[in-house]
């Protein structure tokens, strides 16, 4: 009953998907309180002084911040929202929300709908039971959320629920930030400074603000409810910990951007039309490489306004799964021996006239400033790459960098063949004068159309150039992106910095011809970093280690990086994160994998313990029972030798899983023993992970032995194939 029943559920016709006739320009950003909502609700003197907060960075006036609030209310109200919540983002690397109701008593049986500008701007959540790293206490609650102008604020329905949500900054009483949205923001100002301050040193006086974009292309998977709430491993950690592989997976290259299923077009459907009411740019989607893997890319936006809307697009892409009777699995590595689930983040930088500083342009000084943007990011990647490779550290992504379908932990940047002869031409001294000729000559001016449209892309680089931007291809696809753009902005506006010093102190010459000078030198210094040939394979590992790249393969390795002499400088003096604020994230993310590594650890025990063993065993029974009555009918001459053979095997592999989980416990209790945490997690990955993956080849092994009917938990096969 357990598979036709299976099969009846995929098979159902769900009346989910709606006829859409309304174009989608039409509905765009209705849900949102964005600019275009501001300037219709507002008179044009508070409007205007909003965009001078936005844009200016400037403090917002109480008597402006209470005209904002009651026309966000009203616009609310009309939404009809009953409550408001300041929505943040704390350092568990998901979202926050407390509820407050609009109406206030103001009378015997009476009420009023209230929201003051006071109300807007700031929050007091208990902050006890978020992670800070040390910073805090666990009896010191208070906690501040301050109001984010930048990023829109927006209504959210849960079922007939209707909450108006306002993003905000979450920082302690003493004003250490708790959240990952803070250091954010303290990055892109220290990539606007730096950036500006060298643009208008190459001739660009006119640049105000520059500011960093994201795209991050989300992956995930899909599976039928029925098989998920069956799985405790599914439901408690996103990853099925046992599992044998089925006959068939991705080998036959017939999934990516193949057609997509009625019931999986549906759901995209209705995902992104709620992402359109939100005005989150969905752009792309497509079947993804593995079985029941999909993925969904934006279009580029401002940095901090991205990482907003992809915390929304992960949640969305769950909360609509299951009005479709679906599963969303965010894991980076849900399911062993097909593709994993990724991130990749593309990065630029833009200026406050809307150009990408990172395109190719047709004129010498877009050219030059290209040349610069470029170097000092490929510049501040070799300098920092431990940094870089640490920002996406979890255990989680461990199951999937260097798995031939990701990146490796070595961080490597591909510039491709065009660009890659242009640098080695200055290096070379190829280019020895920076006349508007010469600066035309290599071959820049046509570049953006090359990269763009005819090169091939390094899918094994880390870090990739890809015509116009840089793509990060290490992040996790569960993992905030906030943290490795922060990391981005905050070593590029360091490199940025120190190489407009290094342009200004080049003294007698023209600055074209500084710039080169410049450049020539940090060729040569950075090219260690550049890669265009094959990541994954292991001649790679074996160069890198030469070339002194760093090759940290687990989370315990990488973390320390954070807190080095080299970080805490690089973050204080950019005013990102002070060495408390830095300290506490190693803490954070180091608790963070023990914690993730014993849940699943202590599900294995369960799984094996409750679910495999006791089926194998009532098999065990019932083969050994029929074995006995079969040599009773046909005697002692009947060849049972088969099926011996297999009991045989049954008995083995119960024996080695009670065994192997034994050790397993053993080992989580020597590790629970040790009160350095670093320690603490390296033991934990070392010993108990090693122990685990043991186990697990047991239990798969012991899966087609068993009697499928009896076999206690949705297989691969159904899993993948039956949605």
Same mark, same amino acid.
């Given at each position: 009953?357990?598979?036709?029943?299976?099969?009846?559920?995929?098979?159902?016709?769900?009346?989910?998907?709606?006829?859409?006739?309304?174009?989608?320009?039409?509905?765009?950003?209705?849900?949102?309180?964005?600019?275009?909502?501001?300037?219709?609700?507002?008179?044009?003197?508070?409007?205007?002084?909003?965009?001078?907060?936005?844009?200016?960075?400037?403090?917002?006036?109480?008597?402006?911040?209470?005209?904002?609030?009651?026309?966000?209310?009203?616009?609310?109200?009309?939404?009809?929202?009953?409550?408001?919540?300041?929505?943040?983002?704390?350092?568990?690397?998901?979202?926050?929300?407390?509820?407050?109701?609009?109406?206030?008593?103001?009378?015997?049986?009476?009420?009023?709908?209230?929201?003051?500008?006071?109300?807007?701007?700031?929050?007091?959540?208990?902050?006890?039971?978020?992670?800070?790293?040390?910073?805090?206490?666990?009896?010191?609650?208070?906690?501040?959320?301050?109001?984010?102008?930048?990023?829109?604020?927006?209504?959210?329905?849960?079922?007939?629920?209707?909450?108006?949500?306002?993003? #905000?900054?979450?920082?302690?009483?003493?004003?250490?930030?708790?959240?990952?949205? #803070?250091?954010?923001?303290?990055?892109?100002?220290?990539?606007?400074?730096?950036?500006?301050?060298?643009?208008?040193?190459?001739?660009?006086?006119?640049?105000?603000?520059?500011?960093?974009?994201?795209?991050?292309?989300?992956?995930?998977?899909?599976?039928?409810?029925?098989?998920?709430?069956?799985?405790?491993?599914?439901?408690?950690?996103?990853?099925?910990?046992?599992?044998?592989?089925?006959?068939?997976?991705?080998?036959?290259?017939?999934?990516?951007?193949?057609?997509?299923?009625?019931?999986?077009?549906?759901?995209?459907?209705?995902?992104?039309?709620?992402?359109?009411?939100?005005?989150?740019?969905?752009?792309?989607?497509?079947?993804?490489?593995?079985?029941?893997?999909?993925?969904?890319?934006?279009?580029?936006?401002?940095?901090?306004?991205?990482?907003?809307?992809?915390?929304?697009?992960?949640? #969305?892409?769950?909360?609509?799964?299951?009005?479709?009777?679906?599963?969303?699995?965010?894991?980076?590595?849900?399911?062993?021996?097909?593709?994993?689930?990724?991130?990749?983040?593309?990065?630029?930088?833009?200026?406050?006239?809307?150009?990408?500083?990172?395109?190719?342009?047709?004129?010498?000084?877009?050219?030059?400033?290209?040349?610069?943007?470029?170097?000092?990011?490929?510049?501040?990647?070799?300098?920092?790459?431990?940094?870089?490779?640490?920002?996406?550290?979890?255990?989680?992504?461990?199951?999937?960098?260097?798995?031939?379908?990701?990146?490796?932990?070595?961080?490597?940047?591909?510039?491709?063949?065009?660009?890659?002869?242009?640098?080695?031409?200055?290096?070379?001294?190829?280019?020895?004068?920076?006349?508007?000729?010469?600066?035309?000559?290599?071959?820049?001016?046509?570049?953006?159309?090359?990269?763009?449209?005819?090169?091939?892309?390094?899918?094994?680089?880390?870090?990739?150039?890809?015509?116009?931007?840089?793509?990060?291809?290490?992040?996790?696809?569960?993992?905030?992106?906030?943290?490795?753009?922060?990391?981005?902005?905050?070593?590029?506006?360091?490199?940025?910095?120190?190489?407009?010093?290094?342009?200004?102190?080049?003294?007698?010459?023209?600055?074209?011809?500084?710039?080169?000078?410049?450049?020539?030198?940090?060729?040569?210094?950075?090219?260690?970093?550049?890669?265009?040939?094959?990541?994954?394979?292991?001649?790679?590992?074996?160069?890198?280690?030469?070339?002194?790249?760093?090759?940290?393969?687990?989370?315990?390795?990488?973390?320390?990086?954070?807190?080095?002499?080299?970080?805490?400088?690089?973050?204080?003096?950019?005013?990102?994160?002070?060495?408390?604020?830095?300290?506490?994230?190693?803490?954070?993310?180091?608790?963070?994998?023990?914690?993730?590594?014993?849940?699943?650890?202590?599900?294995?025990?369960?799984?094996?313990?409750?679910?495999?063993?006791?089926?194998?065993?009532?098999?065990?029974?019932?083969?050994?029972?029929?074995?006995?009555?079969?040599?009773?009918?046909?005697?002692?001459?009947?060849?049972?030798?088969?099926?011996?053979?297999?009991?045989?095997?049954?008995?083995?592999?119960?024996?080695?899983?009670?065994?192997?989980?034994?050790?397993?416990?053993?080992?989580?209790?020597?590790?629970?023993?040790?009160?350095?945490?670093?320690?603490?997690?390296?033991?934990?990955?070392?010993?108990?992970?090693?122990?685990?993956?043991?186990?697990? #080849?047991?239990?798969?092994?012991?899966?087609?032995?068993?009697?499928?009917?009896?076999?206690?938990?949705?297989?691969?096969?159904?899993?993948?194939?039956?949605?």
């Amino acid at each position: 009953m357990k598979k036709s029943g299976m099969i009846i559920a995929a098979e159902r016709n769900y009346d989910i998907a709606k006829e859409k006739f309304v174009p989608v320009s039409e509905y765009y950003g209705e849900d949102t309180f964005n600019l275009k909502a501001l300037k219709v609700k507002l008179p044009k003197e508070t409007y205007r002084k909003i965009l001078e907060a936005i844009n200016e960075n400037c403090v917002l006036d109480i008597e402006t911040a209470n005209i904002v609030a009651h026309a966000m209310k009203e616009w609310a109200l009309a939404k009809g929202a009953t409550h408001f919540a300041h929505w943040f983002q704390p350092m568990t690397g998901i979202t926050a929300e407390k509820h407050d109701a609009f109406v206030d008593p103001v009378g015997i049986g009476e009420v009023i709908e209230r929201f003051s500008g006071k109300q807007l701007v700031q929050g007091e959540p208990d902050a006890s039971s978020f992670p800070s790293g040390g910073i805090r206490a666990t009896f010191e609650a208070r906690g501040y959320t301050a109001w984010d102008l930048s990023s829109p604020a927006f209504i959210r329905r849960n079922g007939i629920s209707t909450t108006l949500c306002i993003p #905000t900054a979450f920082i302690s009483y003493t004003g250490e930030a708790l959240d990952k949205k #803070t250091p954010l923001l303290r990055s892109n100002r220290a990539v606007s400074q730096a950036a500006v301050k060298l643009l208008h040193l190459l001739g660009s006086k006119e640049v105000k603000r520059v500011y960093s974009t994201l795209g991050p292309e989300q992956e995930y998977f899909l599976i039928d409810t029925d098989y998920f709430y069956k799985r405790q491993d599914l439901v408690l950690g996103g990853r099925a910990l046992i599992g044998a592989p089925p006959a068939k997976g991705q080998e036959l290259e017939d999934q990516y951007f193949g057609s997509i299923k009625e019931r999986i077009s549906s759901y995209m459907h209705d995902v992104e039309e709620e992402l359109f009411k939100l005005g989150v740019p969905a752009k792309t989607r497509h079947n993804e490489v593995a079985p029941s893997q999909f993925e969904l890319a934006p279009v580029f936006e401002e940095a901090n306004v991205a990482v907003d809307h992809n915390q929304i697009v992960m949640d #969305t892409l769950k909360s609509v799964a299951r009005k479709h009777h679906l599963a969303c699995l965010l894991h980076e590595k849900p399911f062993a021996g097909i593709n994993g689930s990724g991130k990749h983040v593309n990065w630029s930088l833009s200026d406050n006239r809307g150009n990408n500083l990172l395109n190719p342009g047709n004129t010498p000084q877009d050219n030059i400033q290209f040349l610069v943007l470029l170097v000092a990011t490929v510049r501040a990647v070799y300098r920092h790459a431990d940094i870089l490779r640490a920002s996406v550290a979890s255990y989680g992504n461990d199951h999937r960098l260097g798995a031939n379908e990701a990146p490796p932990a070595i961080i490597s940047i591909f510039l491709g063949e065009q660009l890659a002869k242009v640098l080695d031409n200055i290096e070379k001294g190829v280019v020895t004068k920076a006349t508007d000729n010469a600066i035309i000559d290599l071959g820049l001016s046509s570049l953006s159309i090359v990269s763009k449209d005819n090169t091939d892309r390094n899918r094994t680089s880390p870090f990739a150039f890809t015509g116009n931007k840089f793509e990060f291809r290490a992040v996790g696809s569960s993992q905030s992106i906030s943290f490795p753009a922060t990391v981005i902005n905050t070593i590029v506006a360091e490199s940025l910095e120190e190489l407009a010093e290094k342009i200004k102190a080049v003294n007698g010459k023209n600055i074209n011809q500084a710039v080169f000078d410049v450049l020539k030198k940090e060729i040569r210094e950075i090219k260690p970093i550049l890669f265009n040939g094959d990541n994954y394979t292991a001649a790679w590992e074996k160069e890198a280690k030469k070339r002194g790249l760093p090759n940290a393969k687990t989370t315990p390795e990488a973390l320390p990086a954070l807190i080095t002499a080299k970080a805490i400088q690089l973050f204080e003096k950019a005013r990102v994160l002070s060495p408390v604020e830095l300290k506490s994230r190693y803490v954070i993310y180091l608790e963070r994998y023990i914690k993730d590594l014993e849940i699943e650890a202590k599900c294995l025990n369960t799984l094996c313990m409750e679910h495999v063993i006791p089926a194998a065993t009532a098999y065990q029974a019932t083969l050994a029972t029929a074995l006995a009555r079969t040599r009773e009918v046909l005697g002692k001459a009947a060849d049972l030798s088969v099926q011996e053979e297999i009991l045989k095997k049954i008995v083995e592999l119960i024996g080695k899983i009670y065994r192997t989980n034994q050790e397993v416990l053993a080992q989580m209790a020597k590790a629970d023993g040790l009160h350095d945490e670093q320690k603490k997690a390296e033991t934990l990955c070392r010993e108990v992970k090693a122990r685990m993956n043991e186990l697990r #080849t047991y239990v798969d092994a012991l899966e087609p032995l068993v009697d499928d009917e009896l076999w206690p938990l949705p297989t691969f096969w159904e899993m993948l194939f039956i949605n």
